[in-house]
């Protein structure tokens, strides 16, 4: 949507308000269909007062009782923020790659300590998932009250060398994981396929428009990518990285 005005929180970068329609004025001010004036007193202590006056004046069209201290302008008003949409997103990208980097991270820590094949009724196994950095002496305690409490346990006798052995597996095969992982991250992956793959969880298909919308390839190579590690080696990293810088670039920018 053409002519959005995003007002955030300066301290914070959180977002307060989006408004369509909305055009600058000759004297700076912002309005939204060019017949009503945006307000910026959210941040101000008599704020509820001013809001009901402001009302009744935008109602009365009596303008000239709004403090042009008040009005929105793009640029920074006390603890407010106000910029277009384009730039905002534009100026947020950074931010919400590094996030979703962080998340990312947070995932490949995750391991499984898979115990029995069998839950209650067959439906389901018994697992521990966690941090792997929680102490292996503590993971092996839990793991054997998952297996007292468990119903229909194919081996529920398991020895705390068995587990720790388990444990061990799946450390190590969680730090492959983030090797690789940082390998293709080291093929500087354009961030607007990072915010993309965050913003619909990793799956393309959450995204509006489904695979008319035009990051789903974006999202699916970078999630094919971490999915399948393999890919995140040698001359397949530099062709994945082109690749993704590629579609990067053809994406449209005011979708």
Request: charged letters at 30%; proline letters at 4%.
């Given at each position: 949507m053409k002519n959005v005005i995003v007002i955030s929180s300066v301290e914070t970068n959180e977002t307060?308000?989006?408004?369509?329609?909305?055009?600058?004025?000759?004297?700076?001010?912002?309005?939204?269909?060019?017949?009503?004036?945006?307000?910026v007193i959210g941040h101000l202590e008599n704020a509820d007062s001013l809001k009901v006056k402001y009302a009744a004046a935008v109602k009365g069209k009596r303008f000239d009782?709004?403090?042009?201290?008040?009005?929105?302008?793009?640029?920074?008003?006390?603890?407010?923020?106000?910029?277009?949409?384009?730039?905002?997103e534009a100026r947020m990208l950074p931010?919400?790659?590094a996030e979703a980097r962080e998340r990312h991270e947070r995932e490949l820590r995750q391991i499984v300590v898979h115990l029995s094949s069998r839950g209650w009724g067959d439906y389901s196994g018994v697992e521990w998932r966690?941090?792997?950095?929680?102490?292996?002496?503590?993971?092996?305690?839990?793991?054997?009250?998952?297996?007292?409490?468990?119903?229909?346990?194919?081996?529920?006798?398991?020895s705390d060398e068995e587990i720790s052995a388990l444990v061990t597996t799946a450390k190590l095969q969680s730090h492959e994981r983030e090797d690789a992982?940082?390998?293709?991250?080291?093929?500087?992956v354009?961030?607007?396929?990072?915010?993309?793959?965050?913003?619909?969880?990793?799956?393309?298909?959450?995204?509006?428009?489904?695979?008319?919308?035009?990051?789903?390839?974006?999202?699916s190579k970078y999630a094919a990518a971490i999915e399948h590690q393999g890919l995140a080696r040698g001359a397949s990293t530099r062709k994945l990285s082109a690749q993704l810088q590629e579609m990067a670039r053809e994406m449209p920018q005011d979708y």
């Amino acid at each position: 949507m053409k002519n959005v005005i995003v007002i955030s929180s300066v301290e914070t970068n959180e977002t307060k308000m989006r408004v369509p329609g909305c055009n600058v004025r000759q004297d700076g001010t912002v309005w939204c269909d060019n017949r009503m004036p945006i307000c910026v007193i959210g941040h101000l202590e008599n704020a509820d007062s001013l809001k009901v006056k402001y009302a009744a004046a935008v109602k009365g069209k009596r303008f000239d009782e709004i403090d042009p201290e008040h009005m929105a302008r793009i640029g920074v008003i006390g603890k407010m923020r106000i910029e277009w949409e384009d730039d905002y997103e534009a100026r947020m990208l950074p931010q919400r790659a590094a996030e979703a980097r962080e998340r990312h991270e947070r995932e490949l820590r995750q391991i499984v300590v898979h115990l029995s094949s069998r839950g209650w009724g067959d439906y389901s196994g018994v697992e521990w998932r966690g941090d792997r950095e929680t102490p292996t002496a503590q993971i092996v305690s839990e793991c054997q009250g998952l297996l007292k409490s468990g119903h229909d346990v194919d081996r529920p006798d398991q020895s705390d060398e068995e587990i720790s052995a388990l444990v061990t597996t799946a450390k190590l095969q969680s730090h492959e994981r983030e090797d690789a992982n940082k390998t293709l991250a080291d093929t500087v992956v354009p961030a607007a396929a990072i915010a993309a793959y965050s913003a619909c969880g990793g799956n393309p298909d959450n995204l509006p428009d489904d695979i008319d919308n035009p990051q789903y390839w974006l999202v699916s190579k970078y999630a094919a990518a971490i999915e399948h590690q393999g890919l995140a080696r040698g001359a397949s990293t530099r062709k994945l990285s082109a690749q993704l810088q590629e579609m990067a670039r053809e994406m449209p920018q005011d979708y």
